[in-house]
């Protein structure tokens, strides 16, 4: 969605008004990161009702997908910002490595909750009786 409707290019004019450059070109990410740690706060107690093995790996995850949309869309920014807003090479690349950590992010987490099922099964079954 965020390719289609190009969040990163419409959040430039809020950061030239504010005087945002570097990491904080793409304003979007200053309201990402609190979201972000809300969130993470909020699924704490999710997290410590499920196995310590598949909180872990729900968590690492996690993690993959965002340091793909916020950590690379902050190293995409200051690229971005630093060779005077075009699109280069070198920004493709850096939009690559960020969607395919989002992709192995979310690739990771449906492994690991189709470990969940595949050992929790039996018990799901009998609560949808």
Same mark, same amino acid.
């Given at each position: 969605?965020?390719?289609?409707?190009?969040?990163?290019?419409?959040?430039?004019?809020?950061?030239?008004?504010?005087?945002?450059?570097?990491?904080?070109?793409?304003?979007?990410?200053?309201?990402?990161?609190?979201?972000?740690?809300?969130?993470?706060? &909020?699924?704490?107690?999710?997290?410590?009702?499920?196995?310590?093995?598949?909180?872990?790996?729900?968590?690492?995850?996690?993690?993959?997908?965002?340091?793909?949309?916020?950590?690379?869309?902050?190293?995409?920014?200051?690229? &971005?910002?630093?060779?005077?807003?075009?699109?280069? &090479?070198?920004?493709?690349?850096?939009?690559?490595?960020?969607?395919?950590?989002?992709?192995?992010?979310?690739?990771? &987490?449906?492994?690991?909750?189709?470990?969940?099922?595949?050992?929790?099964?039996?018990?799901?079954?009998?609560?949808?009786?």
């Amino acid at each position: 969605m965020d390719e289609s409707i190009a969040i990163h290019e419409m959040s430039l004019p809020l950061a030239s008004k504010l005087g945002l450059s570097g990491v904080f070109t793409f304003v979007w990410v200053l309201a990402a990161i609190p979201i972000v740690v809300v969130l993470g706060i &909020f699924y704490i107690p999710f997290l410590l009702r499920l196995t310590r093995g598949i909180a872990i790996k729900m968590i690492i995850a996690g993690a993959i997908y965002v340091f793909g949309i916020v950590g690379m869309g902050m190293i995409s920014g200051a690229v &971005f910002s630093e060779l005077g807003h075009q699109k280069t &090479f070198m920004f493709s690349i850096l939009t690559a490595v960020e969607e395919g950590l989002e992709i192995l992010g979310l690739t990771l &987490f449906i492994i690991v909750l189709l470990e969940y099922l595949s050992k929790n099964l039996s018990e799901l079954k009998y609560a949808f009786r």
